[in-house]
């Protein structure tokens, strides 16, 4: 294991696709924060949303609880025989990593017991058995190991859903791909990720009690990204807003993509916005949520959307 953050993973950046090319069953946690330039030392996603590409699987949580129990789950999940891959804990820098909050935690015998004894396979070590990694590999068979490693992550929702449950037995908390709020009959929905779902949460109650229809949807996993299981539970609403916390400068949010590309599979596909917020660290306010959430009634009304990006938090 180890850990990192922002310009500490951009230096490595080589290294997080040797280390998933080599499966290499590495679990590190990623405080997210900007990157530079300009110089920023606050929370946002450019620096996992980076890596999204590199072939670790990404977890995002949305506070000190989350990142805790994801981190031991991670351990599990990226040793399984049928995945070795690494894995990223993401985490809100200074909002999670430098905030205190309680956490309940899980004795270490129990978390030892949980996690088990890490099983080398094909060590460099062992001398009777001499293997070798990452020899040069040219176009006979570069473009067959790459698929391989698709096939290989196809493989982890399974494995992350069967983990999940053996936690829940212990600790009595549910994790899934995603987490849903207030989702079920709501004709709007706000698919966020990390920290900034909390106070989305408490916008949606206040909504809920003025007789607004809405829900949210918070990835946890977003690789690999879980396509088939987004689009079945937005398939019901009118009208969804993505709020990414990093940006794709000339394209639309990491997040949204994705969210667009679950759609494809929907027969009725709902009409969707962008926004992004929070950018080295700029606070994501109640107000914000609140922007958002009366465009998304006001397009579910209408069915016109005026622009599908938008930067909400900026000043002027």
């Known amino acids: 294991a180890t850990a990192t953050s922002s310009q500490g993973l951009a230096l490595m950046w080589e290294m997080l696709h040797i280390a998933a090319g080599t499966r290499l069953p590495i679990v590190m946690p990623l405080v997210n924060r900007a990157l530079s330039a300009?110089?920023?030392?606050?929370?946002?996603?450019?620096?996992?949303?980076?890596?999204?590409?590199?072939?670790?699987?990404?977890?995002?949580?949305?506070?000190?609880?989350?990142?805790?129990?994801?981190?031991?789950?991670?351990?599990?999940?990226?040793?399984?025989?049928?995945?070795?891959?690494p894995a990223m804990v993401c985490m809100d820098g200074f909002i999670v990593s430098h905030s205190i909050e309680r956490v309940e935690y899980i004795d270490d015998a129990d978390v030892k017991n949980f996690v088990g004894k890490f099983e080398a396979v094909n060590p460099l070590l062992d001398l009777d058995n001499p293997k070798s990694y990452g020899p040069l590999i040219l176009t006979d068979l570069y473009h067959e190991y790459k698929r391989a490693q698709h096939e290989v992550m196809t493989k982890v929702p399974g494995v992350v859903l069967e983990i999940a449950a053996e936690f829940e037995k212990m600790t009595g908390r549910n994790y899934g791909l995603f987490e849903t709020y207030r989702l079920e009959d709501a004709e709007i929905a706000v698919v966020v990720m990390s920290s900034a779902a909390g106070t989305t949460k408490d916008i949606i109650d206040q909504y809920r009690d003025k007789g607004v229809k809405v829900g949210l949807l918070k990835p946890r996993m977003f690789r690999p990204f879980p396509f088939q299981e987004v689009a079945d539970a937005l398939k019901?609403?009118?009208?969804?807003?993505?709020?990414?916390?990093?940006?794709?400068?000339?394209?639309?949010?990491?997040?949204?993509?994705?969210?667009?590309?679950?759609?494809?599979?929907?027969?009725?596909?709902?009409?969707?916005?962008?926004?992004?917020?929070?950018?080295?660290?700029?606070?994501?306010?109640?107000?914000?949520?609140?922007?958002?959430?009366?465009?998304?009634?006001?397009?579910?009304?209408?069915?016109?959307?005026?622009?599908?990006?938008?930067?909400?938090?900026?000043?002027?």
């Open 38 to 85: 300009p110089l920023n030392i606050h929370g946002d996603h450019s620096d996992g949303m980076g890596a999204r590409d590199t072939g670790w699987i990404q977890f995002y949580s949305e506070n000190a609880q989350e990142a805790y129990d994801n981190t031991i789950q991670a351990f599990r999940i990226a040793e399984h025989l049928d995945i070795r891959l």
């Open 236 to 316: 019901h609403v009118k009208a969804i807003a993505v709020l990414d916390r990093a940006d794709s400068f000339g394209g639309y949010g990491p997040l949204y993509s994705e969210i667009t590309g679950a759609a494809m599979s929907m027969n009725t596909k709902p009409a969707m916005i962008n926004k992004i917020f929070g950018l080295g660290g700029r606070d994501y306010l109640p107000d914000q949520a609140e922007y958002v959430l009366d465009e998304l009634a006001e397009i579910a009304k209408t069915g016109k959307v005026k622009t599908i990006k938008e930067y909400i938090g900026v000043r002027e």
